[in-house]
Nanobody, 114 residues
Framework: QVQLVESGGGLVQPGGSLRLSCAASRNIFSIYPMGWYRQAPGKQRELVAVTSSGSTTYVDSVKGRFTISRDNGKNTVYLQMNSLKPEDTAVYYC?????????WGQGTQVTVSS
């Protein structure tokens, strides 16, 4: 079992920045993907960014603005979000996949509004 605890969400103005953190309860080998999804009201959950074995993948809408990183020593994955837009407003979920099992965090709200 893996518990994931997220932090860092909040309210920010357009153009602002936030950094999300997700700490896992145990060591996650770097080959296993850790990433972030988001779900806006009335929309399906979508992958935002994922990292494994040093590789990263981003959804097109956040490329150049968001950066995912991982500290394997702290079992933590981060999402640095810059130049935030109102359309980035959503609940952001941390995700870890270990072999065939997926684990999810509880979600953290990000609201981009003036």
């Amino acid at each position: 079992q893996v518990q994931l605890v997220e932090s860092g969400g909040g309210l920010v103005q357009p153009g602002g920045s936030l950094r999300l953190s997700c700490a896992a309860s145990r060591n996650i080998f770097s080959i296993y993907p850790m990433g972030w999804y988001r779900q806006a009201p009335g929309k399906q959950r979508e992958l935002v960014a994922v990292t494994s074995s040093g590789s990263t993948t981003y959804v097109d809408s956040v490329k150049g603005r968001f950066t995912i990183s991982r500290d394997n020593g702290k079992n933590t994955v981060y999402l640095q979000m810059n130049s935030l837009k109102p359309e980035d407003t959503a609940v952001y979920y941390c995700n870890v996949r270990v072999r065939s099992t997926e684990y999810w965090g509880q979600g953290t709200q990000v609201t981009v509004s003036s």
